[in-house]
């Protein structure tokens, strides 16, 4: 099992920027993928982008994010970033990152491991 905790987020401007992390312990050589998931409230989690763990750094995101954010990460600190800019009201959310075995999952179902949570809001 993975142990995954994010932090960074907090209220920020439309149009300002924020970097969440994500901490990740426990059985590390298991994860093959790291994600970041939001949720507003009362929609369901959608994927906001994911990146691989291991060899090459391969990134992917959701078209609603593309251009905006970037996923990153350091393998020595078992640490993944999330760097999102021109922040939109509509990015509010509690964000979530997810730790998988597999390439490039894209939906919830794909992932094992969760963090619990942290809420970005964005106000106009």
């Known amino acids: 099992q993975v142990q995954l905790v994010e932090s960074g987020g907090g209220l920020v401007q439309a149009g300002g920027s924020l970097r969440l992390s994500c901490a990740a312990s426990?059985?590390?050589?298991?994860?093959?993928?790291m994600g970041w998931f939001r949720q507003a409230p009362g929609k369901e989690r959608e994927f906001v982008g994911g990146?691989?763990?291991?060899?090459?750094?391969?990134?992917y995101y959701a078209d609603s994010v593309k251009g905006r954010f970037t996923i990153s990460r350091d393998n020595a600190k078992n640490t993944v970033y999330l760097q999102m800019t021109s922040l939109k009201p509509e990015d509010t959310a509690v964000y979530y990152c997810?730790?998988?075995?597999?390439?490039?999952?894209?939906?919830?179902?794909?992932?094992?491991?969760w963090g619990q949570g942290t809420q970005v809001t964005v106000s106009s």
């Open positions: 997810a730790a998988s075995n597999m390439e490039r999952p894209l939906f919830t179902s794909g992932y094992d491991d």
């Open positions: 426990g059985r590390t050589s298991s994860m093959y993928t």
């Open positions: 990146i691989s763990w291991r060899s090459a750094e391969i990134t």
